[in-house]
């Protein structure tokens, strides 16, 4: 399924035009007139996507509203388009964590470059996302020595190591080894290890 841009203007001819315009190239669409609709639907469940946003007046708002978009819970990249706008204009919505900032009309090849990337870029952090909920899931699962075995192995102790320090058999950690590798889904140490990394598990150990 294509991904789905939603396009808050007012204006309806404004909006038209972006309409046509991104699905001209593969895009779905779905149009609201203010802030305050969007908000009161927030985007979940669709996939990736972006918001393609007339920017409020005044310019110096924009942060506020990037703001009430991340405290909603609307993590869709959003791109600003102004019927008039400077420099500082563009620089404050990107500062305030816009994905982009265009002055209409907007020329089609660089905006829906621009529509792209943060379709690509709200697409990878989602499947981190995914991929961080379901990593978390097995590693709930593991039991209270398999995690500790877990612990250990991530940062590089032998089995004979991990033995000693949990107070054990070799043979017993060989089994619980097994067990976690089984349970997190990884074939090897290596992917163990990343794992944990991109678990955010791994600190430097103070001595």
């Not at 909006?15 to 985007?43: F, H, N, W």
């Not at 409020?56 to 008039?84: C, E, M, N, Q, T």
């Not at 990343?194 to 600190?203: F, N, P, S, V």
Request: charged share 30%; net charge positive; glycine share 6%.
């Amino acid at each position: 399924m294509s991904a789905l841009v939603h396009i808050v203007d007012g204006d309806a001819a404004s909006q038209a035009g972006i309409d046509r315009m991104l699905r001209a190239c593969g895009y779905r669409t779905k149009a609201y007139v203010s802030a305050d609709e969007i908000l009161s639907q927030i985007p979940s469940g669709e996939g990736a996507g972006c918001i393609v946003m007339d920017a409020p007046a005044p310019d110096s708002s924009i942060p506020d509203l990037v703001s009430l978009f991340s405290k909603a819970g609307v993590s869709l990249p959003v791109i600003f388009l102004a019927d008039r706008g400077d420099v500082r204009a563009g620089v404050r919505a990107i500062k305030a964590g816009a994905e982009d900032f265009f002055t209409k009309p907007v020329e089609r090849e660089e905006f829906i470059g621009a529509v792209d990337r943060a379709v690509l870029r709200h697409q990878i952090a989602n499947e981190q996302e995914n991929w961080v909920r379901m990593a978390r899931a097995r590693l709930d699962r593991l039991t209270r020595r398999e995690r500790e075995v877990f612990d250990l192995v991530v940062r590089g102790k032998m089995n004979k190591q991990v033995a000693f320090e949990i107070g054990t058999t070799e043979r017993t950690v060989k089994a619980h080894r097994h067990e976690v590798m089984k349970k997190m889904q990884v074939r090897s140490v290596v992917e163990l290890v990343t794992c944990a990394e991109r678990l955010g598990l791994l600190r430097p150990v103070i001595p």
